[in-house]
């Protein structure tokens, strides 16, 4: 008896105090910051939620960035754009273009809301890009997923 008793007590805590999860919580938004300190006023921001599409369908994440004051890639050699960069070490990674909001801007932006897997240590980055070769830069920006708040 007493065992089965003890067995109820420890799931009842589980249950109630469950251990916490290194997931974030969503909506959530933070400041991607220069990899380089020479990339003066640069900064982005990703705002990162989840998506229901329609018909009903099961949720997906939304990862938005926005990038200002990003110096012309071509002044990074052969790079024509930007892309929003994602990724997870050793696991999953997603890539999508950026856009400049006006011609001769120096604002980009873009999205991607497909991802299904679960958000714990993600690295989100804005990299040059190569819109011909389809090669992808250096990250300019970026910031883990912890710091989203």
């Known amino acids: 008896m007493k065992p089965i008793v003890l067995i ?9 105090f469950p251990l916490p999860s290194k997931a974030i919580t969503m909506p959530c938004s933070m400041i991607l910051e220069p990899t380089n300190k020479n990339i003066t006023n640069a900064k982005g921001v990703a705002l990162i939620y989840k998506v229901q ?4 369908s099961f949720e997906r994440t939304n990862i938005s960035i926005l990038g200002v004051h990003l110096p012309d890639p071509s002044s990074y050699g052969v790079y024509d754009s930007y892309e929003g960069f994602a990724f997870i070490t050793e696991e999953i990674s997603w890539r999508f273009n950026l856009y400049p909001l006006r011609e001769k801007d120096q604002t980009w932006a873009g999205k991607i809301d497909g991802i299904t897997a679960k958000m714990e240590n993600v690295e989100v980055q804005v990299r040059l890009s190569n819109s011909k070769t389809k090669k992808i830069g250096p990250s300019l920006l970026e910031k883990n997923i912890k710091y989203c708040k």
């Open 8 to 16: 109820i007590v420890i799931l009842s805590m589980a249950t109630v």
């Open 53 to 56: 599409f329609h018909p009903p």
